[in-house]
């Protein structure tokens, strides 16, 4: 299974060290990873295989760790994902 995850919220310090290393703990592989800071802003959207961890696990621990962090992390599932943006 794959999945799509953003990553939205002010600028600050171990953002990505704190998503990345929830995504390791759970079993997960981040094939591809994109980030830029927009003003204050920081976005981040990753392509992270999951194969010893069911989606709605991986969708909680993010949800639990956005508000740890204070930004707001979405994972929708690749198969949703595709669906969405076929022309």
């Known amino acids: 299974m794959k ?3 953003t990553v939205i919220g002010k ?3 171990g953002i990505i060290a704190s998503v990345t290393g929830e995504l390791h703990k759970l079993g997960a592989n981040v094939e591809d990873i994109s980030q830029t800071i927009l003003q204050e802003y920081f976005v981040m959207t ?12 991986l969708s909680n621990a993010l949800s639990e760790l956005a508000k740890k962090v204070g930004v707001d992390i979405k ?12 022309i």
Request: net charge negative.
């Open 46 to 57: 990753m392509l992270v295989s999951c194969r010893s961890v069911e989606f709605e696990k």
């Open 11 to 13: 600028d600050k310090t």
């Open 75 to 86: 994972a929708m599932h690749e198969d949703l994902f595709n669906v969405m943006h076929r």
């Open 3 to 5: 999945a799509v995850v």
